[in-house]
């Protein structure tokens, strides 16, 4: 238990539909983040949000919006995906963004297939 | 691009047996951190480094920061079926890059 809590863990969607993943955390930080992790790469960032507000964008394709309502909830809405947008996608947080030697609490992630 | 090669990416040995994990980049970073990722779960962090040469302990793993800040060892010594797991170095660029960036993972499979 890690504080962090992503939900659904599993999730299969055609390539036209919308669905959402959602991360919750318990610890009281300010930043949080999404993660690809796809088989033989690194974890990718794609999105960071620092008190709500998003602060990076890593180039990621307009077929995932993020979401942050407030500091404690982060939502990945999905349209439209690609098969190769199968994988699993984690959730982190952080007191504050990026900020040198502070840990990362990660989610138990997402396991996403795009048929 | 900055890049972190972790090695070997695979690894599967017998309990009781030592290991050493390499992670090595080009660059210099401000700090580094070792997570570690259990099946089904999201990794969770084991150390970070700060200065160059540092060696800190955690149990049976010991890591190294290395002397120009740019590599960095995981070692395991008699390890046990509970070390399975992704294990993930991340180095973190400071000042203007503020990035973290992580490796490409090594994969431990401790057979009982």
């Known amino acids: 238990e890690t504080g962090v809590t992503q939900t659904p863990r599993h999730l299969v969607m055609g390539m036209t539909n919308k669905k959402s993943l959602k991360c919750e955390q318990h610890?009281?930080?300010?930043?949080m983040y999404w993660y690809k992790q796809s088989a033989k790469k690194p974890l990718e960032l794609m999105f960071v949000?620092?008190?709500?507000?998003?602060?990076e964008n890593n180039s990621v394709p307009s077929r995932f919006s993020p979401e942050c309502p407030n500091s404690s909830h982060l939502f990945l809405h999905l349209h439209t995906l690609q098969p190769e947008d199968s994988a699993l996608y984690l959730c982190?947080?952080?007191?504050?963004?990026?900020?040198?030697?502070?840990?990362?609490?990660f989610g138990e992630g997402s396991r996403l297939t795009v048929l | 691009t900055q890049l972190l090669e972790q090695s070997p990416q695979f690894l599967s040995i017998q309990e009781g047996e030592n290991l050493t994990v390499y992670c090595n980049s080009s660059?210099?970073?401000?700090?580094l951190q070792w997570y570690r990722q259990e099946p089904g779960e999201g990794p969770v962090l084991l150390v970070t480094?700060?200065?160059?040469?540092e060696v800190k302990k955690l149990k049976r793993l010991t890591f190294q920061f290395g002397d120009a800040r740019k590599d960095s060892s995981l070692h395991i010594t008699a390890a046990q079926p509970g070390d399975t797991g992704l294990y993930l170095c991340?180095?973190?660029?400071?000042?203007?890059?503020?990035?973290?960036?992580f490796g490409t993972g090594t994969l431990l499979a401790v057979q009982p």
């Open positions: 982190a947080s952080s007191p504050r963004a990026l900020a040198g030697t502070g840990e990362l609490f």
């Open positions: 610890l009281g930080h300010n930043a």
């Open positions: 949000y620092n008190f709500k507000e998003q602060t």
């Open positions: 660059s210099v970073f401000s700090s």
């Open positions: 480094v700060v200065t160059g040469g």
């Open positions: 991340a180095g973190y660029y400071g000042g203007a890059t503020n990035k973290l960036i």
